[in-house]
C-alpha cells in the first residue's frame, strides 16, 4: 500500500510537472504567434515601422522556448555518473575563470580552499555543473552586487540532520559551500527548492531545474545537499560528497589527482 501510495504521488507530480512546462511552452508560444500576426499584417498593407520590432520579438520568445527545452532534454538525459577520486579544491580553483565571467564585475568571488582537504569520490563534471549552477544562482539573487564565497571543508553531517534523513550512521564527507550575500529565500521557498521546475523566477529566466539535478547529483554520489537561507541577508548551500578512501584512480583526469600525490 506504501508502494502505492508513493507510486500515486509520483504520477501526481509529474502531472503537476508537465503541466508547469506546458503552461510556461504555451505563454511563450503565445508571444511568438502575437507578434507574427502583427508582422504580418503590417506586411500585407504594405507598411514597414514596427515590422523589425516584431520580428525581434518573436525571435526572442522562440529563443526562450528553445531554451527551455533544450534544458528539459538535458535533464531528461541526465548524464551517467562517473565517479573519480577528485581534489576538490583543484576542482573549484580551476573554475575560477568561468565563475568571474559568470558572476560579472559587481560581485566579488572569494574561494577558500581547506589545507589537507580530504579527496572526494563524484563525477567531477557534474560538481563542476552544480557549482556553476550554484553561482549562476547566487548571482541572480545578487542584481545590486554583493560577495559569493566558495569554501571547501572535511565535515561530517550533524547527528539531528543524519536522524530526520534515516541516513545509517555518520561519514566523513568534503563540503563545498557557496554563499552568497543576496536577497535570500522564503520558507515556503526553501520548503519547496528542490522540487523539478519549481522556480521564483519569470518565464524564460528559470526552469527550476539546478537545485533539483544538483540534489539528485549528490544522492546519486551518496551525499546531501543542504540549504541555509535568511530573507534580506543571503543564501549558503552546502553539497556534501562522501571521503574517497584509498588509492587515487589512475590518473585519467587532473581534477582526479590530489595534491599529496606524490606522498
Ligand atoms: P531556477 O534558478 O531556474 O529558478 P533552481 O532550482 O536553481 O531553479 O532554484 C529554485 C528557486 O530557488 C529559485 O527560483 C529561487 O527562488 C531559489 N533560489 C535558489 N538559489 C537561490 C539563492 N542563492 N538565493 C536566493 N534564492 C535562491
Not at 523539478?196 to 545537499?225: N, W
Amino acid at each position: 500500500a506504501e508502494e502505492q501510495l508513493r507510486q500515486a504521488q509520483k504520477m501526481e507530480a509529474v502531472g503537476q510537472l508537465t503541466g508547469g512546462i506546458a503552461h510556461d511552452f504555451n505563454n511563450l508560444l503565445t508571444g511568438v504567434i502575437g507578434s507574427l500576426d502583427l508582422l504580418q499584417r503590417r506586411l500585407a498593407r504594405g507598411e514597414t515601422d514596427k515590422v523589425e520590432r516584431y520580428a525581434t520579438a518573436a525571435i526572442t520568445s522562440a529563443n526562450r522556448a528553445a531554451a527551455l527545452t533544450h534544458r528539459l532534454l538535458a535533464f531528461s538525459r541526465r548524464q551517467p555518473l562517473d565517479p573519480k577520486a577528485v581534489d576538490a579544491n583543484r576542482l573549484v580553483a580551476g573554475m575560477e575563470e568561468l565563475l568571474r565571467r559568470t558572476i560579472g564585475e559587481s560581485i566579488a568571488l572569494e574561494m577558500v580552499g581547506a589545507v589537507g582537504l580530504w579527496r572526494t569520490r563524484c563525477d567531477p563534471h557534474q560538481l563542476e555543473s552544480a557549482i556553476l549552477n550554484l553561482a549562476i544562482n547566487a548571482r541572480d539573487a545578487m542584481p545590486d552586487g554583493g560577495t559569493l564565497t566558495i569554501e571547501t571543508c572535511n565535515a561530517q553531517l550533524d547527528a539531528a540532520y543524519v536522524a530526520q534523513q534515516r541516513e545509517v550512521g555518520a561519514g566523513d564527507y568534503v563540503c563545498v559551500c557557496v554563499t552568497d550575500t543576496g536577497a535570500g529565500m522564503a520558507p515556503e521557498t526553501i520548503a519547496r527548492a528542490f522540487e523539478p521546475f519549481f522556480t521564483t523566477k519569470p518565464i524564460g529566466q528559470g526552469t527550476g531545474l539546478g537545485l533539483s539535478m544538483i540534489y539528485g547529483f549528490a544522492r546519486q554520489s551518496e551525499g546531501h545537499v543542504r540549504i541555509y537561507s535568511e530573507l534580506g541577508r543571503g543564501t549558503a548551500i552546502k553539497v556534501y560528497l562522501p571521503r574517497h578512501h584509498g588509492e587515487a584512480d589512475a590518473p585519467d583526469a587532473i581534477l582526479a589527482v590530489p595534491d599529496d600525490a606524490h606522498r
